[in-house]
């Protein structure tokens, strides 16, 4: 498995939609960044963004984030890079401005500091000229939003060393991103070229009227953009090929190459007539929603489409969901670990937890399942409490839920945050017997309450078996410590029975 680098410090250089992407996804790392960007507009626009990164993060990685790194505004480039573990250019695509800022980041940079620049097709190769240490300057192109898509195009130069790709790879992999190394320099390298040729074919047929820019983009988005997604490009010709794969696929489209349909090779010229048209029907398709409401959308669509994939593959994830697992796991190797609670007589805050769009019903509530999963999760988190771990399950035993018993006392709506308290009802060698409580974690309104009963088993028997060992021990505790608390109502109630 390759390595990850966890930095602390890093630079941007340029607060534009790319330069910001990488500030927030630096930021909700947990690294400290030092922004510059002359435009007296970058704070606005910063927060602007980190809001949609910080809410798109909160709804792709079900547990708390770590705490987010310190942004500084640096009053120059000097200032900016003076410090940093890393560098990511992100100015716009000019050579001859790139140069200039490459000279700058140089002259106060650390020695050891690896630069990346965020170019979009410039060669790194000519970015190096005039350098004075070139060998740790590659390219890191990545894909908006920065803060969500994982790939990063990882590009040397002819004067890159080995040593600075392979940092590179591992620094990035360090902020939860899949970096793909290219064989040799490239202008426009790999993702803009596949870009461009779609791009052009799509510009003809909005000059020739064949079709709308809505019209165009319906037919991605509700056909190949959705298998693209998560198989790719020649993962889904493959399966077009059926029981005999790639090279059927080939030998029966393979001749369609040579036949005169599309027009890749040239591009319609963008006069003011043509550039009128795709404006006006790009502000009809948008109707009246500003871009950072588009951006907000894009961003949810975005997670739910990852999140569905993250739960493929029995849970390893499949395609952008492996990266979701992979940063999932990042992020938790950096949350401070709070103390265990010790066993006392109150009940446990075990859980936190956000109210997120997808859990709201037809009401404008939380709907019923949503609730059983905040329950079920701190359900787990008792469980692992006391010992109930990934390895205790390995090992051959865990607790089943065999009852529960939902109340619904308030109502939560999307962005509400939720905390849970659990107690320890009751326990025996086989039962254990919860009571949580779920409540708005600013207001202090009672949500929901949850009752249930779990059974200790033995997972390949398949049969209730006493609990053991340390585990026990530390029920045992947890369970002493709640016998004096209250069994306030609704424990022990069955459905529908009055409470007066």
Known sequence: MPS????????????????????????????????????????????????????????LLPQPLPPAGRLTFATS????????????????ERLDLKRRILAEIEA????????????????????????????????????????????????????TTKEAIARAGAIYRGIGMRPVVLRREIEAFVGDRLLEALWREALWLVHDDIASVEEIDDIIRFSFGLRWAQMGLFQTYRIAGGEAGMRHFLAQFGPCLAWPWTKLTDVPDLDEALIDKIAAQSDA????LSVRALERIRDDNLVGIMKALAAQNEG??????????????????????????????????????????????????????????????????FLRLIGVDKAYVAGGHSYYTVESHLTHKGQARAGDQLTTTTQVVGSDPKRLHLFHKVSNAVTGELLATGEHMLLHVDSGAAKAVPVEGA???????????????????PI???????TG
Not at 81 to 92: G, N, W
Not at 492 to 498: A, D, Y
């Open 77 to 92: 480039i000097a200032a900016a890079v003076r410090d940093a573990d890393f560098i990511q250019e992100s100015v716009p």
């Open 316 to 381: 390893r994830g499949w395609g952008a969901g492996q990266e979701v697992r992979a940063l999932e796991a990042l992020l938790a190797a950096r949350r401070p670990v709070p103390p265990s609670p010790s066993p006392s007589d109150v009940p446990l805050p075990l859980l936190a937890a956000t109210v997120e769009p997808d859990w709201i019903d037809y009401n404008g509530h939380m709907t019923e399942h949503r609730y059983l999963q905040v329950l079920g999760e701190a359900t787990d988190a």
């Open 492 to 498: 022990g109630r069955h459905v529908g029975q009055r």
């Open 108 to 159: 106060d940079a650390r020695p050891d500091a690896l630069i990346g620049s965020s170019t979009s097709g410039l060669l790194p190769s000519d970015m190096q000229a005039g350098m004075r240490e070139p060998g740790r300057l590659v390219v890191a192109h990545p894909f908006n939003p920065v803060y969500l898509l994982p790939l990063v195009e990882i590009v040397g130069g002819k004067a």
């Open 285 to 288: 398709q948008a109707n009246g």
């Open 471 to 489: 585990v026990a021990e530390r029920l045992a505790a947890y369970a002493t410590a709640h016998a004096a608390l209250q069994k306030e109502c």
């Open 4 to 59: 990850e680098t966890i930095i602390a410090r890093a630079a941007c250089i340029g607060a534009g939609v790319i330069g910001a992407g990488w500030v927030a996804r630096l930021l909700l790392s947990g690294i400290d960044v030092a922004l510059f960007d002359p435009d007296p507009q970058a704070g606005r626009k910063i927060e602007a963004v980190l809001a949609n990164a910080t809410h798109a993060w909160q709804r």
